[in-house]
């Protein structure tokens, strides 16, 4: 199957599903949209009122920001994939609870194994919990992570400068650094693949020998330091 396959094959899934008690006020599952060969994902919290309505993900007034911060890092919809960590929207917008996310994390896992890509983007605490149970936004929004073998930087949700809007500023400057974190994920990863495969070769070069050579692993270490 192609990863676009895989995708509309997990969007058709989440349309149905009736793992949580979220499918009772269900209109339309939200489960994602985009380009699935990107190199940069996005990963909201919830869909809203208007999500819910039209199926699509940040299509309300944080998603009018949403779009006004990817053109500013020169990127639009359709060079991003956009996806939330739960696929149905929760009552009132408050945020999904324990059940509800552990009965999405299957569909948002595949996404994300789908899709490979460098860099993803948290968008809020909710999502931000996904990779980093312990962080504060406030402390480590706009810093890179390696997690899971990718970069992952935490940021502000759009809505936040809407309730707050001392923060669009700040939530800008986080979007400016995507360019050259993307650029620096596609090389570090790069790095690691070559890395790897040398190990391998020399595993298969020397067989029943210990390899001596401690592999380089970037790995869960913060980059911002």
């Not at 992952?152 to 995507?178: E, G």
């Amino acid at each position: 199957m192609t990863p676009e396959d895989i995708l509309k094959e997990i969007a058709a899934q989440a349309s149905v599903c009736k793992r949580c008690a979220l499918h009772h006020s269900r209109k339309l599952a939200v489960p994602g949209v985009g380009d699935p060969y990107t190199s940069i994902m996005f990963i909201g919290e919830g869909p809203g009122f208007h999500e819910n309505e039209q199926g699509l993900p940040f299509v309300g007034a944080a998603g009018k920001f949403l779009d006004e911060l990817l053109g500013e890092a020169s990127m639009n919809r359709g060079d991003v994939f956009i996806t939330n960590v739960v696929k149905c929207r929760p009552p009132g917008n408050r945020d999904p609870n324990t059940e509800e996310l552990t009965a999405c994390k299957t569909y948002l896992d595949r996404q994300i194994a789908t899709i490979n890509p460098d860099v993803i983007v948290t968008l809020g605490r909710i999502s931000m919990g996904y990779y980093i149970q312990n962080g504060k936004i406030s402390a480590i929004h706009g810093k890179s992570f390696w997690l899971s073998g990718r970069m992952v930087v935490p940021m502000y949700h759009p809505a936040a400068a809407l309730h707050q809007p001392s923060l669009r500023a700040v939530i800008k400057a986080d979007f400016s650094k995507l360019p050259g974190l993307i650029s620096q994920a596609k090389k570090t990863r790069q790095t690691n693949l070559g890395l790897a495969a040398m190990t391998h070769k020399d595993e298969d070069d020397a067989p029943g020998e210990e390899n001596g050579t401690e592999q380089l692993s970037l790995f869960e270490e913060q980059l911002d330091k």
